[in-house]
């Protein structure tokens, strides 16, 4: 059974549930056919949690890279995925941007606002996560990198004057429920689900999302 989150107003957001990390870099191959790749992972060191590359002040404990090679290492193979992360088990999972999706990145204010808005709106949603560090994607079409500072523009707003970022073409997102060391835990705001296989273009999600990021400043 899945619980909920408290003190979101603009959505219910379930908890991670005995979800692996293996099952779900299964899953994202075989359901989504997206690609994976395991990434770095908590070690624990005299008690305490540190990320597996050794930097004691690492940024993204256990969930970065492990090396300049990830995007090669990338797979779309359930079979190859189940073997990376058997090899590894906490390995950390990683979706390589640019590929199957893009992400639209917007600070958790903004993020519950437009998508608030989007739900009034009746627009269509793709997969929507919430990261540790407060920041909300939404899973869109690729090559909206390219197409976002020029619908930002027409909006009437200057690209760098919002707190808004498009993840394309060598970047990466982390998936559920993909640790941030003891800042907690990714997780599904809007889950993949059947209904949401078919992801919206830029274009639809832009305007809510730069408004809601404008209310923000």
């Not at 993909?178 to 832009?206: H, K, M, Y």
Request: aromatic share 6%; charged share 20%.
């Amino acid at each position: 059974m899945e619980e909920t989150i408290p003190g979101t107003e603009a959505a219910q957001i379930p908890t991670q549930r005995g979800a692996s990390l293996l099952d779900t870099a299964v899953r994202c191959t075989e359901e989504r056919h997206w690609d994976v790749f395991p990434g770095t992972w908590l070690e624990t060191v005299g008690g305490a949690h540190r990320c597996s590359c050794g930097d004691a002040v690492c940024p993204a404990p256990g969930a970065h890279p492990a090396g300049p090679d990830w995007a090669a290492r990338a797979t779309g193979s359930a079979t190859v995925a189940r073997r990376l992360w058997q090899e590894q088990p906490t390995a950390s999972v990683l979706l390589p941007t640019g590929r199957a999706f893009d992400a639209v990145s917007v600070p958790e204010t903004a993020g519950f606002l437009a998508l608030a808005r989007m739900q009034r709106m009746g627009l269509p949603l793709g997969p929507v996560t919430l990261t540790p560090r407060r920041r909300m994607e939404f899973f869109v079409l690729p090559g909206a990198a390219a197409k976002v500072p020029g619908l930002v523009r027409g909006l009437g707003w200057a690209p760098s004057s919002l707190d808004l970022a498009v993840l394309g073409e060598g970047a990466y997102v982390a998936a559920p429920p993909t640790r941030f060391g003891s800042r907690g835990a990714v997780q599904w705001v809007c889950r993949p689900t059947p209904a949401n296989r078919w992801l919206p273009d830029a274009e639809e999600l832009i305007p809510p999302l730069a408004y809601a990021c404008g209310r923000d400043r």
